[in-house]
Structures are given as structure tokens and as C-alpha cells.
């Protein structure tokens, strides 16, 4: 009996000047055959020779999918092209494809291997569909990474000054110089929050929902902003576990038999802006907040380090901002939780 093809799906495996892909078939029996692999660059002219190479790898291109890893920016040009073009796009984080990878034992890494795994994990695992977030979100993503580079080249600079100052001797040129970068950084700050409120007010709806956000005691704009930016508004976050992964909060336990007993920890494999912009609201949250104070004092009970509770509670706070921002609800901090009514999904995520 003649085999037909069911679906097809395509993997890519993109850097930053190119990306190579490879296109896999799922027949009627079952079996999958895959493509010679493409390279492309990852810019507008290799968009539209991929997409002409995609269609003659098959009859069409209706009904193929597009995955790629999230990889930094990169993926960005290509994704936001292939929903223009109404295709379907799914991107994925790269700890659920490494997930994958060693499902299947594969050791090589090439680009050839990974755009030819992803192609089969495109058609092997359901997806969830991938599109263009508001350009308000990329504005402000932009933004507050920007903020956060400011401010680190201001510790960097404070730094300086500080073991300048320390020194047995100095210029007084380089001293002040310096301080005038300090001081030039700090007006840039400044600049930049503002845009940032101003870029928020002007839409009403994302407003109204900030500030219901800023009810959470010791959590400020900038903090909110950058969940939300760097999330795109939690529109492709399926649950607060999920979320807990891509911020680097998902816990790793190392036990195994009676042999291996070794210490849960945080990954912190994920986005690190999420977890600088929780920093400091989560020792407020430690010192201020009752409910947090109570978590964290019990947390650091049987633990070495203080910052087990600090990073205990700067997920808590994610999990509480991805809750309310669901509800569309202001922070109750006299919340109590009902044994007859299902808690929301964050709040029933343990610490």
C-alpha cells in the first residue's frame, strides 16, 4: 500500500547571522523521513528563500509548522516574518528541547543534528502556537533592558570611584571624571523611567492593570514593567510552573536511591531580567511584607544560606504578580485561602 504524508513540520536552528533547518515528513505508517538540510541568512532575502525552499520540499506549505528555540533576539526577525506571512510558528524554550534531545540520547551537537531533532520534535509533540506580541510589550521590553544596563554601568562606575577614592593617590582629573559619569548615567536613568511610565499610560487597559499590580507592597513600576515586558504580557505563559521555568526558578533535586542525597536548588537557567527586577522587592517583601516575612522565616529555618529564602520569595512574588495580572484583581494582603474554594493556579504552587 502506497504511504502518504500526514503533516509536515520544519526545525530551525538559528544564530545570529544564519540558521539551518531541515524539514520532516510523518507518513501514513508512521515512519518519518527528513529533508536535506538548508542554511539560510537571518536577515529578509534568506527569510524569503526559505520559505520558497520550504514549499519545494512538498506540495504546499499549508499546514507546516515552524519551530525554533527561543536563542537570545535571534529567533525574533524569523518569527515575526513567518506570522506575518500567517504561518503556523512555535517557539520553545531551549530547556524543553534539551529535554527532548536526551529523550532520545543524542550526544552530537551540530547545527545539521539540531535543526533535523527539532523537525522531529515539531511533529512528534503538540505545540502551542506561537504569534507577534503588541508592540507595546517589545517597546517596553527594550526599555527596561536598557534601564538594567544603565544601572549596571553605574555599579560598575560606583565601584571605580570607590576604590579611586581609596587609593593612596589620584588625579583629581580622573576623580572627576568619574563622578560626571555617574552623574551623566544617573540623568539617562531617569530619562528612561520616565518613558517607560509615559509608554505605560498611554495605553489605558495596560494602566489600569499596572496599577492594580503596584498594590503589592515593595513592588514598584519598574519591577512590574519588566515581568510584563519580558513575558509579553504572560500571552504565551500556559501556567505558573511554566512561568517559574522561564524565569529560572524551577527547582532541581539531585536524589537517587540511598546513595544520592544531594541539595534542591533553584536552575536559574532562565531570564535573568525577570530575576534582577525581583531582587530587591523581595528583600522588602522579607522585612515588610507579614505573609512573606512568615514564608521566608520559615524557609531559612533549616537552611546555610539566608538567600535560599530571599530566592523563595522572589518566586512567590512572580507566581503572585502572574495571578493577580490573570484575575485582573489589586493585592489583598488579608487574603485568606478557603478549603471549599480551588485557589488560584499560583497560588497553589508551593515554595
Keep these: 500500500m502506497t504511504t502518504q504524508v500526514q503533516k509536515r513540520s520544519v526545525g530551525i536552528d538559528i544564530s545570529k547571522d544564519s540558521f539551518t533547518c531541515c524539514v520532516s515528513s510523518k507518513q501514513s505508517d508512521g515512519s518519518l523521513i527528513f529533508s536535506e538540510v538548508g542554511t539560510f541568512q537571518n536577515e529578509k532575502t534568506g527569510f524569503n528563500q526559505f520559505v520558497k525552499w520550504?514549499?519545494?520540499?512538498?506540495?504546499?506549505?499549508?499546514?507546516?509548522?515552524?519551530?525554533?528555540?527561543?536563542?537570545?533576539?535571534?529567533?525574533?526577525?524569523?518569527?515575526?516574518?513567518?506570522?506575518?506571512?500567517?504561518?503556523?510558528?512555535?517557539?520553545v524554550l531551549p530547556n524543553t528541547s534539551k529535554h527532548f534531545f536526551s529523550s532520545l540520547n543524542i550526544k552530537t551537537k551540530t547545527d545539521k543534528v539540531d535543526a533535523?531533532?527539532?523537525?522531529?520534535?515539531?511533529?512528534?509533540?503538540?505545540?502551542?502556537?506561537?504569534?507577534?506580541?503588541?508592540?507595546?510589550?517589545?517597546?517596553?521590553?527594550?526599555?527596561?533592558?536598557?534601564?538594567?544596563?544603565?544601572?549596571?554601568?553605574?555599579t560598575s562606575f560606583s565601584n571605580l570611584k570607590h576604590s579611586k577614592d581609596e587609593a593612596n593617590f589620584t588625579q583629581d582629573f580622573i576623580l572627576n571624571l568619574n563622578q560626571k559619569i555617574i552623574e551623566q548615567i544617573d540623568k539617562q536613568i531617569q530619562k528612561i523611567s520616565k518613558e517607560i511610565e509615559r509608554l505605560c499610560k498611554?495605553?489605558?487597559?495596560?494602566?489600569?492593570?499596572?496599577?492594580?499590580?503596584?498594590?503589592?507592597?515593595?513592588?514598584?513600576?519598574?519591577?512590574?514593567v519588566t515581568i510584563i515586558a519580558e513575558t509579553f504580557g504572560f500571552e504565551n505563559t500556559l501556567s505558573a510552573k511554566q512561568l517559574a521555568s522561564?524565569?529560572?526558578?524551577?527547582?532541581?533535586?539531585?536524589?537517587?536511591?540511598?546513595?544520592?542525597?544531594g541539595k534542591t536548588r533553584m536552575s536559574k537557567k532562565g531570564n535573568r531580567y525577570i530575576r534582577n527586577a525581583l531582587y530587591f522587592p523581595a528583600m522588602v517583601a522579607c522585612r515588610f511584607n507579614p505573609q512573606m516575612k512568615e514564608n521566608y522565616i520559615r524557609i531559612i529555618q533549616k537552611k546555610e544560606s539566608k538567600m535560599v529564602g530571599q530566592v523563595a520569595i522572589q518566586r512567590k512574588i512572580l507566581l503572585l504578580v502572574y495571578t493577580l495580572w490573570k484575575n485582573d484583581?489589586?493585592?489583598?494582603p488579608d487574603y485568606k485561602k478557603s478549603s471549599s474554594k480551588k485557589e488560584p493556579e499560583a497560588t497553589q504552587d508551593r515554595l
Design 54 to 91: 520550504v514549499r519545494k520540499t512538498g506540495k504546499s506549505i499549508e499546514g507546516v509548522n515552524f519551530l525554533m528555540e527561543a536563542t537570545g533576539v535571534y529567533y525574533e526577525r524569523l518569527a515575526y516574518h513567518l506570522d506575518k506571512l500567517k504561518l503556523e510558528v512555535n517557539v
Design 116 to 154: 533535523q531533532v527539532l523537525s522531529q520534535m515539531a511533529i512528534e509533540r503538540k505545540h502551542k502556537v506561537w504569534h507577534a506580541p503588541k508592540g507595546i510589550y517589545l517597546e517596553l521590553r527594550n526599555l527596561t533592558r536598557f534601564y538594567v544596563q544603565l544601572q549596571e554601568q553605574k
Design 202 to 224: 498611554s495605553d489605558e487597559e495596560l494602566w489600569q492593570k499596572i496599577t492594580k499590580l503596584m498594590t503589592i507592597k515593595g513592588v514598584g513600576l519598574i519591577t512590574i
Design 246 to 261: 522561564y524565569a529560572g526558578y524551577d527547582i532541581i533535586q539531585r536524589e537517587s536511591g540511598s546513595s544520592i542525597k
Design 329 to 332: 484583581a489589586n493585592y489583598d
